[in-house]
């Protein structure tokens, strides 16, 4: 089992910054993948980035790619996401998932809001133009 506090959220000018963190308790941190996941008013939730268990790969939707970068740091139980370049258009409810490194078939479902068992409450993100 582990449980998800996302921080850093706030409101920021377009063309900003903000780097949102994800801290994990419980244990074997390490031995999850982790994603971000955003839903915005009136949308469905989507996906943003995920990164694997050791860190190694990154992925990310087409949206985000070359403005955001997701990462982790297993000493400290935490992933975070460092989003640059803000537009209105990332504004959101942002959360973190986490799924066991053994779940099968994961570079085909990374993206999939049913592939995580594991959620945060979320942590809002505006960007005002």
């Known amino acids: 089992q582990v449980q998800l506090v996302e921080s850093g959220g706030g409101l920021v000018q377009a063309g900003g910054s903000l780097r949102l963190s994800c801290a994990a308790s419980g244990r074997g941190f390490s031995m999850y993948h982790m994603a971000w996941f955003r839903q915005a008013p009136g949308k469905e939730r989507e996906f943003v980035a995920a990164?694997?268990?050791?860190?190694?790969?990154?992925y990310y939707a087409d949206s985000v790619k070359g403005r955001f970068t997701i990462s982790r740091d297993n000493a400290k139980n935490t992933v975070y996401l460092q989003m640059n370049s803000l537009k209105p258009e990332d504004t959101a409810v942002y959360s973190c998932?986490?799924?066991?490194?053994?779940?099968?078939?994961?570079?085909?479902?990374?993206?999939?809001?049913?592939?995580?068992?594991?959620w945060g409450q979320g942590t809002q993100v505006t960007v005002s133009s």
């Open positions: 998932a986490a799924v066991s490194m053994g779940a099968p078939d994961y570079s085909g479902t990374y993206s999939q809001i049913k592939s995580y068992n594991y």
């Open positions: 990164i694997r268990w050791r860190g190694g790969t990154t």
